[in-house]
């Protein structure tokens, strides 16, 4: 899933970046194709899921349809999880893409928030993934491809099937899309533990806290919400592995309970993470400045209170102009984190639940049509 590594632009000087770079084979795709990024994304839906649709037409073995209870056709239960899968493997390649995206238009943001050293690490954020990391990268994904296979041969064990059988059926899709999806998967962790450790050592070592233009700082909380914001994504979609769409008041099939709501968690978790990541080391150097500013303001506030207790009318204004001072300080934001990204944060933690509130909507107007309560 990786390419070789990137060449260094001259016109962007030493910091942007040095050979030392390169970026997985979908942001590659993302690059060359015309279509741009909306476009692209749903070729790749498309083409996965058309491709279990082919499958499923050719072999039958499950057909893509069976006639519900009403008589109509409906789409069956494995079908379902196909589109499903299809779903995650798609919105899997498009955040790669989209967090290289999300760090090109931070980057200059980054670069105003920390000092001049620390503007090839900022840049290098967006430059892609260092050489260094690429064998945990590639162990990982290879890694996940095993997995993959190892879960379509439970599959075949439990479901009484041959390899010969099995693979003249769906779930030739299964074998060839699962390594990817797994592999996919896997190497999202690696990226999550690499980006974190990224961030918080660019904000540890370089980040310059001026109380005057904490507004710099926002971009950080930009940065945490758009990588919160994709694991929550994600989750919701892996939430649709609960929801029968053939049967919407059956929301929670029992095995599939115990597979998807430890991979719902970690998708949430993952996305609180890197959240954190970027918020919380911030949030210890801004306590920390205004403490250290607080400390200076009470120096000078002792040093006049005397002259100004003795009636000295200018240690008096000063002393007051200290007192002022003091508690604009004390009143700045800890966080750096616009009411605007707190309203869009507490948005993004509903989006998991949209599936199951999706079913009940669904399901509610279902009944209405056709007991003729809507009329």
């Given at each position: 899933?990786?390419?070789?590594?990137?060449?260094?632009?001259?016109?962007?000087?030493?910091?942007?970046?040095?050979?030392?770079?390169?970026?997985?084979?979908?942001?590659?795709?993302?690059?060359?194709?015309?279509?741009?990024?909306?476009?692209?994304?749903?070729?790749?839906?498309?083409?996965?899921?058309?491709?279990?649709?082919?499958?499923?037409?050719?072999?039958?073995?499950?057909?893509?349809?069976?006639?519900?209870?009403?008589?109509?056709?409906?789409?069956?239960?494995?079908?379902?999880?196909?589109?499903?899968?299809?779903?995650?493997?798609?919105?899997?390649?498009?955040?790669?893409?989209?967090?290289?995206?999300?760090?090109?238009?931070?980057?200059?943001?980054?670069?105003?928030?920390?000092?001049?050293?620390?503007?090839?690490?900022?840049?290098?954020?967006?430059?892609?993934?260092?050489?260094?990391?690429?064998?945990?990268?590639?162990?990982?994904?290879?890694?996940?491809?095993?997995?993959?296979?190892?879960?379509?041969?439970?599959?075949?064990?439990?479901?009484?099937?041959?390899?010969?059988?099995?693979?003249?059926?769906?779930?030739?899709?299964?074998?060839?899309?699962?390594?990817?999806?797994?592999?996919?998967?896997?190497?999202?962790?690696?990226?999550?533990?690499?980006?974190?450790?990224?961030?918080?050592?660019?904000?540890?070592?370089?980040?310059?806290?001026?109380?005057?233009?904490?507004?710099?700082?926002?971009?950080?909380?930009?940065?945490?919400?758009?990588?919160?914001?994709?694991?929550?994504?994600?989750?919701?979609?892996?939430?649709?592995?609960?929801?029968?769409?053939?049967?919407?008041?059956?929301?929670?099939?029992?095995e599939q309970l115990?597979?998807?709501?430890?991979?719902?968690?970690?998708?949430?978790?993952?996305?609180?993470?890197?959240?954190?990541?970027?918020?919380?080391?911030?949030h210890v150097k801004?306590?920390?400045?205004?403490?250290?500013?607080?400390?200076?303001?009470?120096?000078?506030?002792?040093?006049?209170?005397d002259k100004a207790?003795?009636?000295?009318?200018?240690?008096?204004?000063?002393?007051?102009?200290?007192?002022?001072?003091?508690?604009?300080?004390?009143?700045?934001?800890?966080?750096?984190?616009?009411?605007?990204?707190?309203?869009?944060?507490?948005?993004?933690?509903?989006?998991?639940?949209?599936?199951?509130?999706?079913?009940?909507?669904?399901?509610?107007?279902?009944?209405?049509?056709?007991?003729?309560?809507?009329?």
């Amino acid at each position: 899933m990786d390419t070789t590594p990137q060449q260094a632009d001259p016109k962007t000087g030493p910091a942007a970046s040095q050979a030392g770079y390169y970026q997985p084979l979908e942001v590659r795709a993302y690059r060359a194709s015309p279509g741009g990024f909306a476009v692209t994304t749903l070729t790749i839906f498309v083409a996965v899921y058309g491709l279990y649709v082919l499958i499923a037409e050719i072999t039958g073995r499950p057909p893509l349809f069976e006639t519900g209870a009403d008589g109509d056709p409906v789409l069956t239960q494995v079908a379902w999880i196909a589109l499903v899968l299809s779903l995650i493997f798609t919105a899997g390649t498009a955040f790669t893409e989209a967090g290289r995206r999300m760090w090109a238009a931070e980057i200059p943001h980054l670069i105003a928030a920390v000092t001049p050293q620390g503007a090839a690490g900022a840049r290098g954020l967006a430059d892609g993934i260092p050489i260094a990391w690429r064998r945990y990268y590639t162990g990982m994904f290879f890694a996940g491809a095993v997995a993959g296979l190892f879960f379509n041969g439970v599959l075949i064990v439990t479901s009484n099937f041959t390899l010969s059988t099995y693979l003249a059926s769906v779930g030739l899709w299964f074998v060839l899309v699962s390594p990817f999806l797994y592999g996919i998967g896997f190497r999202a962790g690696v990226d999550v533990a690499r980006e974190s450790s990224a961030i918080k050592q660019l904000i540890r070592d370089h980040l310059e806290i001026d109380l005057f233009r904490l507004d710099r700082l926002d971009v950080f909380g930009r940065i945490g919400l758009r990588a919160a914001r994709s694991w929550m994504i994600m989750a919701a979609i892996l939430l649709l592995f609960l929801i029968n769409p053939n049967e919407p008041d059956q929301l929670f099939a029992a095995e599939q309970l115990w597979m998807t709501v430890p991979v719902v968690s970690a998708s949430v978790l993952g996305g609180l993470f890197l959240l954190t990541s970027a918020l919380h080391p911030v949030h210890v150097k801004i306590r920390a400045a205004k403490q250290a500013e607080l400390d200076r303001i009470h120096a000078e506030m002792s040093a006049m209170r005397d002259k100004a207790l003795a009636g000295d009318a200018d240690a008096a204004s000063a002393l007051a102009g200290y007192t002022d001072y003091e508690v604009w300080v004390n009143g700045l934001r800890e966080w750096p984190v616009s009411a605007s990204i707190t309203t869009r944060f507490s948005l993004y933690i509903l989006l998991p639940v949209i599936p199951i509130i999706g079913s009940y909507v669904f399901e509610t107007l279902a009944n209405r049509l056709v007991t003729g309560g809507g009329g």
